[in-house]
C-alpha cells in the first residue's frame, strides 16, 4: 500500500487548517477550565511593561509626540505578531501536535471568557446581598470611571455596558484575527488592544497614543459589528430579551458613544433588555437605550448569558473561516 504523503513543512503550516482548529478549540476549553495564567506568565502582562518601557522615551507633545507614536503603534503590533509568527513555525518544525498544544495556551492568553463572566458575577452576588462597598471595590476590574459615588443601579448598569462591550475585545476579535492570520494575528491584535487601553486617551498621551486608538478603531470596524449584529441574534433565543428592539437601538443609538465601535454591542444590549445605559460625563457621556423597566442585577446575568450565545456563534464563524483558510492553502 502507498504511504501517504508527508504533510508539508514550513510556513504554510502556519495556515494548516486541521491544526488551527484543534488549536482554537483547545485554547477555548483551557479558558473555560484554567482561566488566566499567572500574571509572570502572561504574555499581555508583558505586552503592557514593553509599552511602559517604550513610551517613556518617546516625547509626549507636538509634531513629536504624534511621529513617536506612530512608530509606537506600527512597531509594536509587528514585533510582536512577527514574534508569534516565529514561534509557530518553530513549534510546527518539532511536530504538530506540540504546535497544537503549545499554541493553543498561547493563543488563550488573547482572550478571556471566564474572567469577564466571573468579575460580573462577583458584582452581580455583592449587588445581590446590598455590599456596595465591595461592589464599589470590584468596579475597577470591569470600568475606568471612579466608583466611589455609584449607586447599586449605575454598578448595575456599568456592568451590563463592560460585559456587552467586552465581547468584542475580550474575545470575538481575537477568535477572528486567529482564524484569518493564526497566532500571529490574534497576538497583533492584543498588542493593538493594549496600546489602546494603555496609551490610546486624551491628557499626557493627547499625542503619542493618537496613532495605536485610531489603529485599534480601524481593526475593529469589522469585529465590533459583526458582535453587536449576533448580540441582536442571541437575544431571539433568550428569555427576557427582545429582538426587534435590540435591532431597533442598536441601529439607532450605536452612534452615541466617543468610540465608533463599543455603541454597537452596548445599544444591542439596553435594546435586547430594555433598559438606559448612560454615562454622566461632560465630554464622554451617552444615553443607550428606550427604557420600559429599571435596570436591576438580574440584568448582568441576562448579559452574561447573551455574552456566552454570542461567543458560540462567534466560534462557529471563526471555524467556518479556518476550514476555508485551510482549504486555500
Do not use: C
Amino acid at each position: 500500500m502507498a504511504r501517504a504523503p508527508a504533510r508539508p513543512a514550513g510556513t504554510v503550516l502556519i495556515f494548516s487548517g486541521t491544526d488551527d482548529l484543534a488549536v482554537l478549540a483547545l485554547a477555548v476549553l483551557i479558558d473555560l477550565t484554567l482561566g488566566e495564567p499567572p500574571m509572570w506568565a502572561h504574555p499581555t502582562v508583558w505586552m503592557g511593561r514593553h509599552i511602559k518601557f517604550v513610551e517613556r522615551w518617546v516625547p509626549k507633545k507636538g509634531l513629536l509626540g504624534l511621529v513617536g507614536g506612530l512608530s509606537i503603534a506600527m512597531t509594536m503590533p509587528t514585533i510582536w505578531g512577527g514574534d508569534a509568527f516565529l514561534v509557530a513555525f518553530w513549534l510546527q518544525e518539532i511536530h504538530s501536535v506540540v504546535y497544537i498544544v503549545v499554541a493553543a495556551f498561547l493563543l488563550k492568553t488573547t482572550f478571556s471568557v471566564r474572567l469577564l463572566h466571573r468579575e460580573a458575577a462577583l458584582i452581580r452576588g455583592h449587588l445581590d446581598r446590598g455590599d456596595m462597598e465591595t461592589v464599589r471595590g470590584r468596579m475597577p476590574s470591569l470600568v475606568s470611571r471612579d466608583p466611589s459615588s455609584l449607586t447599586a443601579d449605575q454598578a448595575t448598569a456599568a456592568t451590563v455596558e463592560s460585559v456587552s462591550e467586552n465581547i468584542n475585545d475580550s474575545f470575538l476579535a481575537p477568535w477572528l484575527f486567529f482564524a484569518f492570520f493564526g497566532l500571529p494575528g490574534a497576538f497583533a491584535f492584543r498588542m493593538i488592544n493594549t496600546l489602546d487601553s494603555m496609551i490610546g486617551y486624551r491628557g499626557v498621551y493627547e499625542y503619542v497614543g493618537k496613532a495605536s486608538a485610531k489603529l485599534d478603531d480601524l481593526v475593529n470596524l469589522i469585529p465590533a459589528r459583526l458582535a453587536g449584529f449576533l448580540l441582536v441574534v442571541a437575544s431571539g433565543f433568550l428569555p427576557g430579551q427582545k429582538i426587534s428592539r435590540a435591532w431597533s437601538i442598536m441601529w439607532r443609538h450605536h452612534s452615541r458613544t466617543q468610540s465608533p465601535n463599543a455603541g454597537w454591542t452596548m445599544a444591542g444590549m439596553a435594546g435586547a433588555l430594555g433598559v438606559q445605559l448612560q454615562k454622566d460625563d461632560p465630554e464622554l457621556g451617552y444615553q443607550l437605550g428606550e427604557p420600559d423597566r429599571d435596570i436591576e442585577p438580574k440584568d448582568i446575568t441576562r448579559t452574561i448569558q447573551s455574552m456566552y450565545l454570542v461567543g458560540f456563534f462567534g466560534l462557529i464563524i471563526a471555524f467556518a473561516v479556518i476550514y476555508v483558510r485551510g482549504s486555500l492553502v
